[in-house]
Nanobody, 122 residues
Framework: QVQLVESGGGLVQAGGSLRLSCAASGRTSRYSMGWFRQAPGKKREFVAASKWNNGVPDYADSVKGRFTISRDDARSTVYLQMNSLKPEDTAVYYC????????????????WGQGTQVTVSS
């Protein structure tokens, strides 16, 4: 079992930055780690993922060039650096972990955090 706790959300103006953290209770080295987000009235969507073998990360087109996912398996922590934030980035951001090879979809993930709110004002 892996328990995940997100932190770092908040209110920021458009163009600003935030760094989200996801602390895991267990070892993360054998898990692919992902970030998802869910805006009010919308489905939860993929944002970014880091493979368990530290391969090239994957990003949603909407965040490429602005967001960066990184991981520190020694600290069992995953980060999401978010720059050049836009009002459309406003959502609850969730961290998730999966031992599966597939990692781009919500159904791929077994473990989820409770989420952290990110609000970007215009």
């Amino acid at each position: 079992q892996v328990q995940l706790v997100e932190s770092g959300g908040g209110l920021v103006q458009a163009g600003g930055s935030l760094r989200l953290s996801c602390a895991a209770s267990g070892r993360t080295s054998r898990y692919s780690m992902g970030w998802f987000r869910q805006a009010p009235g919308k489905k939860r969507e993929f944002v970014a993922a880091s493979k368990w073998n530290n391969g090239v990360p994957d990003y949603a087109d909407s965040v490429k060039g602005r967001f960066t996912i990184s991981r520190d398996d020694a600290r069992s922590t995953v980060y999401l650096q978010m720059n050049s934030l836009k009002p459309e980035d406003t959502a609850v951001y969730y961290c998730a972990a999966t031992p599966r090879l597939s990692y781009l979809y919500t159904d791929d993930y077994r473990f989820w955090g409770q989420g952290t709110q990110v609000t970007v004002s215009s």
